[in-house]
């Protein structure tokens, strides 16, 4: 069974624009973590957010945590076409992964 | 970030041999590794999880005698695809963790394998 569930599973968006990608997962978690994986390749660790944090910032990301709701959310902002990729989020606790979002930045 | 190296990249084999794929913790003691596979288009599934020292813990569905997971050390594990048959073909992707918490887990670069 799968632990994270990303919403959307595609994403298209136009260079510059903002893109929000969402995740909910199923069991408690220590902390959660975003992933980036380009087509074939392996995964980028982008942020990883503890439980008891509501909010992260890294550059350009943006990473949310509700843990009563058990979601999470990644904006990017200011998007690049090299930010084209499917990225994915994880609990600690049970490190299987969803669907992942397919963002798609058009320049 | 900490360094996870798996290796080789990329194999071809003969169909009824086996492949071994190394997944390696440079700079810190791996205490949990997690394998998965990934078809195209598709998202990684949890093949198993491994804890140093221990036998590993295969997902529902996953059969153990034909993917043999060694976890002998803190710093390598290594996943052997057995009597591998087209259908293998895939790509496997190793995941390492010092300890559960507020840690990450580091991915290795993943491992093309095609059956001919």
């Known amino acids: 069974s799968q632990q994270g569930e990303e919403d959307p599973q595609a994403l298209s968006i136009q260079e510059g624009e903002n893109a929000t990608m969402n995740c909910s997962y199923k069991t408690s978690i220590n902390n959660l973590q975003w992933y980036r994986q380009n087509s074939g390749r392996g995964l980028v660790h982008l942020i990883l957010i503890r439980s008891n944090e509501r909010e992260k910032h890294s550059g350009r990301l943006r990473v949310t945590l509700d843990t009563s709701k058990k979601s999470s959310s990644l904006l990017i902002t200011a998007s690049r076409a090299a930010d084209t990729a499917s990225y994915f989020c994880v609990g600690d606790n049970d490190m299987r992964f969803g669907a992942g979002t397919r963002l798609t930045v058009k320049p | 970030g900490a360094v996870v190296s798996q290796h080789p990249s990329r194999v071809i084999c003969k169909s009824g041999t086996s492949v071994k794929i190394e997944c390696r913790s440079l700079d810190f003691q791996a205490t949990t590794m997690f394998w998965y596979r990934q078809f195209p288009k598709q998202s990684l599934m949890l093949m198993a999880t491994s804890n140093e020292g221990s036998k590993a813990t295969y997902e529902q569905g996953v059969e153990k005698d034909k993917f043999l997971i060694n976890h002998a050390s803190l710093t390598l594990s290594t996943l052997t695809v057995t009597s591998a048959h087209p259908e293998d073909s895939s790509f496997y992707i190793c995941?390492?963790?010092?300890?559960?918490?507020?840690?990450?887990?580091?991915f290795g670069q993943g491992t093309r394998l095609t059956v001919v």
């Open positions: 995941s390492a963790r010092d300890r559960l918490g507020n840690t990450e887990a580091f």
